[in-house]
């Protein structure tokens, strides 16, 4: 069970389509900024999340201030993968929080299949 945050709507829409390929995901939200996204993922009930780090209407670090908002939850905790196409200064900032990947945009389906990959693993 995976959620997307995403500004941009091609992007999202990109992302959708890519985890569609893969039978075993199930994807249960597709947002465009973090408020919305947010009582979701509060309800426990995802596995994972691709979180876009700049969301415009938000701020440039609205993605990783989501997912350490995430990883204040108790455990079990969902994953968190990176979508961006920013700075590594930001990449790094991401890497602190405690993910499972970074995917540099525009994103296409190996780059997908290898966080999948790393979070089956996590199971």
Known sequence: RIVIVE?????????????????????????????????LIETDGIDGAFLDIEIVTEGNRAGLDLAICINKRPLPRPWIAFTSALSEESVLAG????????LEKPLNENKVTQILKKARKLD
């Open 95 to 102: 890497r602190k929080i405690g993910n499972i990947g970074y």
């Open 7 to 39: 500004d941009n709507i091609n992007h999202r829409n990109n992302l959708i389509d890519l985890l569609s390929l893969h039978p075993d995901v199930e994807l249960v939200g597709a947002f465009a900024d973090t408020a919305s996204a947010w009582p």
